[in-house]
């Protein structure tokens, strides 16, 4: 009976063999190919990124492409000679991987400046690839720099590093530093789908966007939830499948909230806290994703639908709720809820705390925005002045009150004293009782 062939995941078995199948790094991979076409090749070079963008990959691409023995004229690996088979099953005695998180001591760097100094077996160079080696100690980093500054002739290092801050300058002085972005989602999109078609798996496009959207620019990442996904569902993969293996709260819900929004039903934050404990839902999770939907309404209010990164439908479903909102209520929404998202996290009462988050939020669709109160208070305090700068009304005279005074005379003179000096003074009272109130409460909340 034979041994069935072990399953290898999506991140390792659609790892980039060449340099043409790295995605998102044009302008590392164009550095990389015109140094080996114009054999400008330098003795050290760092890769820095967060994780899952391609720093091991693109060592182990740029090692390969150094040691190929039928490279000739060209810049990509043949990937058959036997030097590319032993880098890419990891048994190249002339490519050594270490892990600086576990090899982080002087005594291991000294090995390596010893075993440098030796000739490569097959290949052209001793090629070695250390990556996190931000982990490296302090007198290791020291052991180092010798052998970095003056390596011998057929050494190479390839260093690959998530914390380059870490990371002495002595060091980055040494060597040609790469910075990997973060790859876009419409390129972790297109990735995935190749990867789809090519496993012939239908997977619909919303799935696709949401799990970029959860990878948050790491290819990695995205290949492993989606490995994840097809493994959860035998047929189509649909969006409320991801969202549902993911533990994610159902889109609906968010708009929801937005509708609860304009009609200010602080009742619904109640009904909606309640739906999420009984189905289960971590209140940090629901609390990650609304920010992430309040993001994407002020992308659609304030630039648009164009620049928002998801498919038509789903972007005019976003532009139809980001009506509800002014431009201010969506940053303030925003702001609001990355301050609060730490205090729900170390909250003894998560349940309690979401439930007053959310309240907060549905109230403050009668929040004034403090730049609108500042016009307004700018008018009052102007029409105040102008009404100070009016001259006087006449007021009666003492000849006009003297002698025997009747009925008759004092309502006459009562009709003769003008009434605007005491309107005059209650407003100038009322004027600065706002302005104080404003100075003090610039942040608070009035009801229109």
């Given at each position: 009976m034979s041994q069935q062939q072990e399953y290898l995941v999506l991140a390792r078995r659609y790892r980039p063999q060449r340099f043409q199948e790295v995605v998102g790094q044009e302008a590392v991979i164009t550095t990389l190919q015109n140094a080996l076409s114009l054999q400008r090749t330098a003795h050290a070079y760092l890769f820095a990124g967060c994780r899952g963008v391609g720093k091991t990959t693109l060592a182990r691409l740029f090692a390969k492409a150094l040691n190929c023995s039928s490279r000739g004229e060209g810049v990509?690996?043949?990937?058959?000679?036997?030097?590319?088979?032993?880098?890419?099953?990891?048994?190249?005695?002339?490519?050594?991987?270490?892990?600086?998180?576990?090899h982080r001591g002087i005594d291991d760097i000294r090995l390596i400046s010893e075993t440098a100094l030796y000739a490569p077996m097959a290949g052209c160079y001793k090629i070695y690839i250390i990556d996190e080696v931000h982990m490296l100690t302090k007198e290791a980093f020291n052991a180092l720099l010798k052998t970095l500054e003056e390596p011998p002739e057929r050494a190479k290092f390839l260093l690959a590093t998530t914390e380059p801050h870490k990371v002495p300058a002595t060091i980055l002085?040494?060597?040609?530093?790469?910075?990997?972005?973060?790859?876009?989602s419409a390129d972790l999109v297109q990735k995935l789908d190749a990867i789809c078609r090519d496993l012939s798996r239908s997977v619909d496009t919303q799935a696709l966007h949401l799990i970029a959207s959860f990878a948050e620019g790491s290819l990695r990442d995205a290949e492993s939830l989606l490995d994840q996904l097809l493994a959860f569902a035998e047929g189509p993969l649909t969006a409320e499948i991801a969202r549902s293996a993911l533990g994610l709260v159902s889109q609906e819900l968010f708009f929801s909230l937005d509708q609860a929004f304009s009609k200010a039903d602080c009742t619904f934050a109640f009904r909606l806290v309640e739906t999420l404990f009984v189905a289960g839902k971590d209140p940090i999770h629901f609390f990650t994703?609304?920010?992430e939907h309040v993001r994407l309404l002020c992308?659609?209010?304030?630039?648009?639908?164009?620049?928002?990164?998801?498919?038509?439908?789903?972007?005019?479903?976003?532009?139809?709720?980001?009506?509800?909102?002014?431009?201010?209520?969506?940053?303030?929404?925003?702001?609001?809820?990355?301050?609060?998202?730490?205090q729900l996290s170390k909250s003894a009462s998560p349940r309690t705390a979401l439930e007053g988050?959310?309240?907060?939020?549905?109230?403050?669709k009668h929040?004034?925005?403090?730049?609108?109160?500042?016009?307004?208070?700018?008018?009052?305090?102007?029409?105040?002045?102008a009404g100070e700068e009016k001259p006087p009304a006449p007021s009666a005279s003492k000849q006009e009150v003297q002698g025997p005074v009747g009925?008759?005379?004092?309502?006459?003179?009562?009709?003769?004293?003008?009434?605007?000096?005491?309107?005059?003074?209650?407003?100038?009272?009322?004027?600065?009782?706002?302005?104080?109130?404003?100075?003090?409460?610039?942040?608070?909340?009035?009801?229109q």
């Amino acid at each position: 009976m034979s041994q069935q062939q072990e399953y290898l995941v999506l991140a390792r078995r659609y790892r980039p063999q060449r340099f043409q199948e790295v995605v998102g790094q044009e302008a590392v991979i164009t550095t990389l190919q015109n140094a080996l076409s114009l054999q400008r090749t330098a003795h050290a070079y760092l890769f820095a990124g967060c994780r899952g963008v391609g720093k091991t990959t693109l060592a182990r691409l740029f090692a390969k492409a150094l040691n190929c023995s039928s490279r000739g004229e060209g810049v990509e690996p043949c990937n058959e000679c036997p030097s590319c088979q032993e880098i890419q099953r990891g048994q190249s005695l002339d490519v050594i991987e270490i892990d600086g998180a576990s090899h982080r001591g002087i005594d291991d760097i000294r090995l390596i400046s010893e075993t440098a100094l030796y000739a490569p077996m097959a290949g052209c160079y001793k090629i070695y690839i250390i990556d996190e080696v931000h982990m490296l100690t302090k007198e290791a980093f020291n052991a180092l720099l010798k052998t970095l500054e003056e390596p011998p002739e057929r050494a190479k290092f390839l260093l690959a590093t998530t914390e380059p801050h870490k990371v002495p300058a002595t060091i980055l002085s040494r060597c040609h530093r790469f910075e990997l972005k973060r790859i876009s989602s419409a390129d972790l999109v297109q990735k995935l789908d190749a990867i789809c078609r090519d496993l012939s798996r239908s997977v619909d496009t919303q799935a696709l966007h949401l799990i970029a959207s959860f990878a948050e620019g790491s290819l990695r990442d995205a290949e492993s939830l989606l490995d994840q996904l097809l493994a959860f569902a035998e047929g189509p993969l649909t969006a409320e499948i991801a969202r549902s293996a993911l533990g994610l709260v159902s889109q609906e819900l968010f708009f929801s909230l937005d509708q609860a929004f304009s009609k200010a039903d602080c009742t619904f934050a109640f009904r909606l806290v309640e739906t999420l404990f009984v189905a289960g839902k971590d209140p940090i999770h629901f609390f990650t994703q609304l920010i992430e939907h309040v993001r994407l309404l002020c992308i659609a209010r304030i630039s648009g639908t164009e620049a928002l990164p998801l498919p038509s439908e789903e972007a005019q479903l976003f532009a139809d709720s980001a009506r509800l909102y002014l431009p201010a209520q969506c940053l303030y929404l925003l702001d609001y809820l990355l301050r609060t998202e730490m205090q729900l996290s170390k909250s003894a009462s998560p349940r309690t705390a979401l439930e007053g988050a959310l309240l907060h939020y549905i109230q403050s669709k009668h929040r004034i925005p403090p730049e609108v109160l500042i016009r307004r208070l700018s008018e009052l305090e102007a029409s105040w002045k102008a009404g100070e700068e009016k001259p006087p009304a006449p007021s009666a005279s003492k000849q006009e009150v003297q002698g025997p005074v009747g009925k008759t005379d004092v309502d006459k003179v009562k009709s003769q004293v003008p009434t605007s000096v005491d309107s005059s003074f209650t407003e100038k009272k009322r004027c600065e009782t706002i302005m104080r109130f404003a100075a003090v409460e610039l942040e608070g909340n009035l009801i229109q």
